[in-house]
């Protein structure tokens, strides 16, 4: 059961996500049903509800609120949507497309991240969504074509296979840029004519890393 102070600081946050210009209802309502705390280290609960980046396991992040809602927001989601997600992390991203589309096939390199996040997304009776481990950098061709693909990792260019696994009228979000820096969210929209690129806003992701982690 959500803590009275808990439901205070998740009506707060999804009152300025609104106020910042996330209007898409589905996704606002999933950011609202997803309990934040569940992918929060132990630590680090008492700011489950804050809208910043903390830390999880293998040096990586759980992102801000405020990045995941931008991002699902611009990838224009449908409820038939298949979408693949680059870098699970602690899966709170995946749970969020969960909700919204009909299948969310999430690939990381980290197998302690891997486990702890099907673990999670599968208590909270997401069967919709699927854990791989795998290199990110090659996308999951098993399930392609996407409709939407999601980059939870910052590239510096965007693998010419993620492009190749997004299906037509297709849209990709990345965080593109130097690894340890600000990076630009781009919006790479597939039309008639071509890929059309939008930026978004600056950002701050962790890196894409290749290969797929040997101990970890």
């Known amino acids: 059961m959500t803590e009275p102070d808990d439901a205070l600081e998740r009506a707060q946050l999804l009152l300025a996500l609104r106020q910042r210009g996330i209007r898409d209802r589905a996704v606002m309502s999933a950011l609202e049903r997803v309990p934040r705390e569940r992918f929060i280290e132990p630590a680090f609960r008492p700011l489950a509800w804050a809208d910043q980046a903390l830390p999880i396991d293998c040096g990586q992040t759980i992102s801000q609120p405020a990045v995941v809602a931008l991002m699902a ?3 224009d989601l449908a ?3 298949r979408v693949l997600e ?4 602690s899966g709170y991203a995946a749970a ?3 909700h919204v589309v009909r299948e969310v096939v999430t690939v990381e390199r980290f197998r302690t991240l891997a486990d702890a996040a099907a673990r999670r997304l599968d208590a909270l009776g997401l069967a919709n969504v699927e854990v791989v481990i795998a290199d990110g950098r090659h996308g999951y061709g098993a399930r392609a ?3 939407r693909i999601l980059l939870s990792a910052a590239v510096e260019e965007v693998p010419a296979e993620l492009f190749e696994q997004l299906g037509p009228d297709g849209i990709l979000v ?3 840029g130097p690894a340890h820096e600000t990076q630009m969210l781009v919006r790479f929209a597939r039309g008639a004519t071509g890929l059309e ?3 978004l806003g600056p950002v701050r992701f962790v890196p894409m ?6 101990v970890l």
């Open 86 to 89: 680059i870098g699970t992390g």
């Open 145 to 147: 074509p996407y409709d």
């Open 79 to 81: 409820p038939a949507h």
């Open 174 to 176: 990345a965080p593109v």
């Open 96 to 98: 969020i497309l969960g």
């Open 209 to 214: 890393l290749p290969g797929i982690a040997a």
């Open 73 to 75: 927001q611009a990838l």
């Open 197 to 199: 690129r939008r930026e």
